[in-house]
């Protein structure tokens, strides 16, 4: 008797940017058993960042990020995000952090909301919806970006030019482009 294939799963995933008015998030769908380091690409570009800060995973009280030398020379205290995968440490309606820019101190709640069929029965990234437009690099966090804000709004404000220069006059803090965003996600491995 022929085995029937399994259809692939998929997990449908919740990313909110943690400690920020009005919330910044997105929802997205990867395969349940993609691994960390290709999660974290995903964050990566659904969310909007450049990928030029450090970043790690802790769920339940396990660190997990990429393997490379502390520069006070001893090993960092991470699990291998290239060798783990999803499904294998969080399942539906589990809720980890991931933290991305140490010094900015951006972190994320990601939830997985549920489980369920690729409806294309591939491998696939893909951005469901989102709000609001990532704030920019190094923007000081979550307590220096509405700060930013603060100064680009108001022309009187002492540092409104230098800011507006800095972020540039065509960024608009409420604007999610979800088209753009997938187009970006075609490249991440599944």
């Not at 909110?16 to 570009?45: F, K, S």
């Not at 960092?76 to 499904?87: D, G, M, P």
Request: proline fraction near 7%; include cysteine.
């Amino acid at each position: 008797m022929p085995s029937k294939k399994e259809p692939l799963k998929l997990y449908e995933i919740k990313i909110t940017l943690m400690e920020l008015a009005p919330a910044i998030w997105r929802g997205v769908l990867v395969p349940r058993d993609i691994m960390l380091g290709d999660l974290h690409h995903v964050i990566q570009i659904a969310m909007g960042w450049e990928d030029e800060h450090l970043h790690e995973f802790e769920i339940g009280r396990k660190r997990y990020g990429p393997m490379m030398a502390d520069p006070f020379g001893s090993e960092l205290a991470l699990i291998n995000e290239a060798i783990v995968h999803l499904n294998g440490v969080a399942k539906p309606k589990a809720k980890f952090v991931y933290s991305y820019d140490f010094g900015d101190d951006w972190r994320h709640e990601i939830q997985i909301e549920r489980e369920l069929e690729s409806e294309s029965g591939k491998r696939e990234v893909r951005c469901i919806a989102g709000e609001n437009a990532c704030p920019p690099e190094d923007s000081g966090g979550p307590f220096g970006y509405p700060s930013l804000l603060d100064a680009v709004s108001d022309p009187q404000h002492e540092q409104h030019d230098e800011m507006l220069e800095w972020i540039g006059e065509d960024f608009d803090p409420l604007r999610f482009d979800l088209t753009s965003t997938n187009r970006r996600l075609t490249k991440v491995k599944a």
